[in-house]
């Protein structure tokens, strides 16, 4: 594939010289006569570099740069200026606009031939900044682990991940998908900034994916800090009605339309204080298994591994047994004290949502759900939630807490089969669970 160039210039002569020369060196070259025109063949076409006139009728060079730079589709494009002005403070401008170089008219052609080459073979080389966000990739981030496992110094590794962001772009578009990204970097530095004590790193690994390096010593306050900045701001990039409503519709990688909540974030942590790591790559393991563990709590949360080397080399053996997992659905805090305390001691593993969007959120990950408990109590959006269960994973059983006369009817209307009406012994309650999904492999058995 050819290197593509677009020239900008309001004079027909310099843009046919400029198309010889480069076409000459082989270059495939769009012309455009102003700076619209500019900006609409950028967008259309995405050159690999620009060579763009300051002075030209209408948008100058300066603002289409500006706008260029502003445009994610464009911003990491080399731009270099074409100027019969060559004052000081022209050029000054130029590079506070956005622009990479210079070259005055009459220009030297050799030179300017050698600037673009020079300008198209670092643009070749691997980022070390993400265009979007500003912040190191995932190069810069992979190396300051490696140097701080050498240098044998505690640090901690925050792996941060949002949830529910692919909802959020699919409903809104990338434009503004773009701007909870550039969100999630501002909070990260302003946080580093107000809560640092030194030595921090910031770092974006691509799409919602981020990491921090930072003390032992600052894990909470850090996380807290994020966490709050983060749900505090992210609610001004949605539209009222769906704020109001707490969720967006959307469908999930199985194609089931599902309620997301609002986009929040799950961090993952990991420090060498408790656990010497010889490898980066066991680093990143254990923070994304902390971060996979944050995600199973509803809205934004934060995970931190204290487990010991023993602990850590028992967990191959731990992931390998069938640990029956249910997700319990209640706006009942008590509720959820009582049942999931009780599942837990029983030895199942428990997830909980407190809403039906946040049970829809937790569904999406496609977690092997053993059992769905459910509190009739949260209405008509959780019968329907059964529906879509029993339509998407007919083999996964719905316990239903039944509390008014009409909850029955409801349940009948919906298939769901197993119920339970409250008030109930607790004993009551794990006979049932021990039917439907029962412990060590044995088989389930009919309500």
């Known amino acids: 594939m050819s290197i593509r160039i677009i020239i900008a210039d309001d004079e027909k002569s310099v843009r046919q010289l400029l198309e010889l020369v480069l076409q000459d060196q082989g270059y495939e070259v769009i012309s455009a006569r102003n700076g619209d025109h500019l900006i609409r063949l950028a967008q259309e076409n995405i050159p690999d570099l620009i060579l763009v006139d300051l002075m030209m009728p209408g948008l100058d060079g300066y603002e289409a740069i500006r706008q260029l730079r502003n445009d994610t589709r464009t911003a990491h494009i080399p731009m270099i200026i074409l100027t019969a002005r060559s004052a000081p403070n022209d050029v000054v401008v130029g590079f506070e606009t956005g622009a990479d170089d210079y070259v005055t008219k009459p220009f030297n052609i050799p030179e300017l031939l050698a600037r673009i080459k020079g300008h198209l073979r670092r643009a070749a080389l691997p980022s070390v900044r993400n265009p979007l966000s500003g912040l190191p990739g995932n190069i810069l981030l992979t190396e300051e682990i490696k140097f701080r496992l050498k240098r044998e110094e505690p640090f901690a590794l925050l792996y941060i991940d949002m949830d529910n962001f692919k909802a959020f772009n699919d409903t809104y578009g990338f434009a503004r998908g773009d701007r909870v990204i550039k969100l999630m970097a501002d909070v990260m530095t302003d946080t580093l900034r107000e809560y640092g004590v030194g030595g921090e790193f910031a770092g974006h690994i691509g799409g919602d994916d981020f990491a921090i390096l930072a003390s032992p010593d600052q894990i909470d306050q850090l996380c807290a800090a994020l966490i709050e900045s983060f749900d505090r701001n992210v609610r001004a990039l949605y539209d009222p009605e769906d704020l109001e409503r707490g969720y967006l519709q959307g469908v999930d990688r199985h194609g089931v339309t599902r309620q997301f909540p609002i986009v929040s974030i799950s961090i993952g942590g990991v420090t060498n204080r408790i656990t010497r790591y010889a490898d980066y790559e066991d680093v990143g393991r254990v ?42 659905i209640s706006a009942d805090a008590p509720l959820h004290g009582l049942l999931g ?24 990950q496609a977690f092997d759900l053993a059992l769905i408990v459910v509190d009739a109590r949260l209405g008509e959006p959780l019968w329907e939630l059964a529906t879509t269960v029993q339509e998407s994973t007919p083999d996964t059983p719905v ?47 009919g309500v």
């Open 287 to 328: 923070a994304a298994e902390m971060k996979h563990y944050a995600k199973q709590q509803p809205g934004s949360s934060y995970a931190i591994d204290v487990r010991g080397p023993e602990e850590l080399a028992l967990e191959p053996d731990r992931r390998g047994a069938a640990i029956p997992a249910v997700l319990l």
């Open 341 to 364: 305390t009780s599942m837990r001691d029983q030895g199942y593993r428990v997830f909980e949502a407190k809403s039906v969007p946040d049970a829809h959120a937790l569904l999406a």
């Open 399 to 445: 316990l239903a807490l039944l509390t008014r006369a009409e909850d029955a009817a409801y349940a009948d209307a919906h298939q769901v089969a197993a119920r339970i009406q409250q008030p109930f012994h607790t004993h009551e309650f794990l006979e049932m669970v021990l039917r439907l999904a029962p412990l060590g492999g044995q088989p389930a058995s």
